[in-house]
C-alpha cells in the first residue's frame, strides 16, 4: 500500500514569503503529525490532526499553522517565513494509539 | 514534560557485528510507549521498534531487540548481525499513553545516534 506522501520534496522560497506544505497520510490513517527537523534543534513537534481537530500543538509560533481536510490529508502553512524556518519538515500518519508513525519523506524547506 | 537522552552521538561498527545503542528517558507517566526509529539518508523515518511500557517482556524483531529497563527509565536497542544497509541515524522516542480514545500524544525525540556499519 502507498506510504505517507509529502510534497513537494524541496521548496526555496525567499524571507517574508508563506509556504504551504502538503502531506497525504496512508490510507485510513485519521491521525496525522507534524514534525520540524533542524541540525541544531532536532526534531520537534509541530501540530497533530485527528478527524480535521487539532488535538495538539507544539511550541511554535502563530506564523505555524495547519489544517486537516475531511479525506484525512493535511496541510501545514508558514507565513512570513524566517531564515530559521529552514529545515527538514516530516510528516507521519498513524492508525491507532501507540501503534507508531508511518512518516513521509519530508519536504526540505530552505528560506534565502 | 519529558526528555530523551541519547548519550552517543556517533558509533561504528564492523559488519556482522552486535551493536547496542543506548536510550534513557525521564518522565512522571506510568503508561507510554517507546520507539527507536531509523533515518537513513533518503530522510524517511522508519519505524525500528516499539514498546509498551506496562508489558514487562522485551519486545524483538528480527535483528532488532530492546533491553526495557522501567525502573531505571532505559531503553536500549541491540542490533545484531549488523549489515551495511543499517547506517542511518536513530532516534529514541516516547509517547505518552492518553486516555483518551482519540489522536496521538506526541512523540518526544532524543538527539540521535549516527551509526556506521563498516564493511
Known amino acids: 500500500k502507498a506510504g505517507v506522501t509529502q510534497t513537494p520534496r524541496y521548496l526555496i522560497k525567499t524571507r517574508g514569503q508563506q509556504v504551504t506544505l502538503s502531506c497525504s497520510p496512508i490510507s485510513g490513517h485519521r491521525s496525522v503529525s507534524w514534525y520540524q527537523q533542524t541540525p541544531g534543534q532536532g526534531l520537534q513537534f509541530l501540530f497533530e490532526y485527528f478527524s480535521e481537530t487539532q488535538r495538539n500543538k507544539g511550541n511554535f509560533p502563530g506564523r505555524f499553522s495547519g489544517r486537516q481536510f475531511s479525506n484525512s490529508r493535511s496541510e501545514m502553512n508558514v507565513s512570513t517565513l524566517e531564515l530559521g524556518d529552514s529545515a527538514l519538515y516530516l510528516c507521519?500518519?498513524?492508525?491507532?494509539?501507540?501503534?507508531?508513525?508511518?512518516f513521509g519523506s519530508g519536504t526540505r524547506l530552505t528560506v534565502v | 514534560a519529558q526528555t530523551v537522552t541519547q548519550s552517543q552521538p556517533e558509533m561504528s561498527v564492523q559488519e556482522a557485528e552486535t551493536v547496542t545503542l543506548s536510550c534513557t528517558y525521564d518522565?512522571?507517566?506510568?503508561?507510554?510507549?517507546l520507539f527507536w526509529y531509523k533515518q537513513p539518508p533518503s530522510r524517511q523515518m522508519i519505524l525500528v521498534i516499539r514498546q509498551e511500557a506496562y508489558k514487562q517482556q522485551n519486545a524483538t524483531e528480527n535483528r532488532f531487540s530492546v533491553n526495557f529497563q522501567k525502573a531505571a527509565k532505559s531503553f536500549s536497542l541491540k542490533i545484531s548481525d549488523s549489515q551495511l544497509g543499517d547506517t542511518a541515524m536513530y532516534f529514541c522516542?516516547?509517547?505518552?499513553?492518553?486516555?483518551?480514545?482519540?489522536?496521538?500524544?506526541?512523540?518526544?525525540f532524543g538527539t540521535g545516534t549516527r551509526l556506521t556499519i563498516i564493511p
Open positions: 522516542a516516547f509517547m505518552k499513553q492518553d486516555g483518551s480514545n482519540f489522536g496521538n500524544e506526541k512523540l518526544t
Open positions: 507521519a500518519s498513524s492508525l491507532n494509539r501507540g501503534s507508531g508513525y508511518t
Open positions: 518522565t512522571s507517566e506510568s503508561n507510554y510507549y
